[in-house]
């Protein structure tokens, strides 16, 4: 879709905003876990596709992130072009606004879909959590916040480039240097007993899971268990690890299947617990591992999270999903986790097990950001069109930026956020073409903060398959993988640049080799399996 964005050549900005006051039950906190590696452990029409604020004729046409809608340049050009769900719109703005979001769950059930002869569900592929899903190489802040890194190549398509927008936190450090410094952690886990939880694959997944990252815990973090069927159940009360490491294993061990699934005694046991327990300081958090099918009780995500609203706004519990299983209401647990203050990613085998709970363990406790939102103001005299690739249900209106009630991303140590564009340049098209900013909260203080960066026309001259650095390729590669799986229901257009199923597993076979990346050997796999798949 879009052109290749080149790494811009201007360090980005720091801008402060002024304070602004905000409820305290408008304050959210999400989880910060992660999603390459999560847990606390351890398009279409694009509704941001905005006109810029400055028209054509200025002398200086780089957008202000602020600055009120001006008139589509010429008054010829279309927002966006429809994708097939929305109608095509008229000319709006040049600024894209959308809040953060670390999930990877679409990607790792697309890929065990895959590996099990079928292809996912559509309405289930989320083309941001399968860029998301993959390391990036963005430069770190030096404190907290963000680093922004703006980017692209030229596509294949005429006048097309790709813009990668790129944003990151601050790492908490590794291995026992990491843990020794992050906050410590109480987490109550809500774990799903019901008879589906029987299939291999399922409860004896989480049950691994969890042993592996109680191996894990400091001494000073506590850890309590519920499980739910057709009741609730705690098992273990909020307990400290310290010598009680080996209880914690043998209720763990203790887990059985059980008959239907209420979800929703499940979770508001959970954050009962959670509430009792509160510990000032640490980061307080409820760990849901399930394959969220629902039959019992309160079925509706939205109704589950009212009976549990008090405890995510006044006490900041955040909630992380863990998806298991073959069979995966990947939608149901999406929605809980996104309105949730939370995140949510997928677990398939023991592999993938031990980078959720013990890889990133010192990294994914620590929180960076707070309600964190991005706007993209592209520039009117350069650009012709452009979309957002994926970020459907993350979208902001633009004049929300800056509104601080308005619920964004929260985002832990570590953690690369990527968002990819589509953007067509107007035929000699030079100097600025955009600039990114994101916006977020600091944890403790909440006041808020901002850093910008900007790239140029002659940035994205590169072309994305021969001259783009490799992590911009894979970051294509994984987009244009979810936009051929999503494209097959005839309901989302084409993404400019896009090439058949085989080539594209060629493109990351080569770069799996470049870059000795396994995750990116395992997405070559997938690539190949749906192509197999669609003939």
Known sequence: MKPHEDRTSRAPRVLRAPRTARSGTGARLIAALAAGGVLLTGCGYDGGNRTTDRAVNGTDSRPRPDAPAAPFPGGGGQEGESDGRFAPKPPADYRSTFALDVDTASYGYARRTLADGSLPDPANVRPEEFVNSFRQDYREPDGDGFSVTVDGARTTDPGWSLVRVGLATRSAGGGTEGADRRPPAALTFVVDVSGSMAEPGRLDLVRTSMNLMTDRLREDDSV??????????????????????????????????????????????????????????????????????????????????????????????TLFGVGVGSQYNDAFMERLADKGDGHTTYVSDVEGARKVFCDDLPAQVQLRARDAKAQVSFDPANVERFRLIGYDNRRVDDDAFRDDTVDGGEVGSGHTVTALYAVKLRPGAAGHVATATVRWLDPRTRAPHEESGRVEAAALAGDLWTEAPPRLQITAVAAYFASALRERDGGWERVPGAVPLNSLAGHAERLAGRTEDPAVRQLSQAVRQAGRLTG
Do not use: C, W
């Open 224 to 317: 309590a268990v519920v499980t739910f069927s057709g009741t609730a159940e705690t098992r273990l009360p909020m307990t400290r690890v310290e010598g009680h490491r080996g209880r914690i294993h043998q209720v763990i061990d203790g887990l059985r299947t059980a008959d239907s699934t209420n979800v929703e005694a499940g979770v508001t046991r959970g954050y009962d617990v959670a509430v009792k327990a509160l510990r000032p300081g640490a980061t307080n958090r409820v760990v849901l591992l399930s394959d969220a099918l629902a039959n019992t009780g309160a079925t509706s995500a939205d109704t589950i999270l009212r009976r549990v609203a008090d405890a995510r706004t006044d006490h900041g519990i």
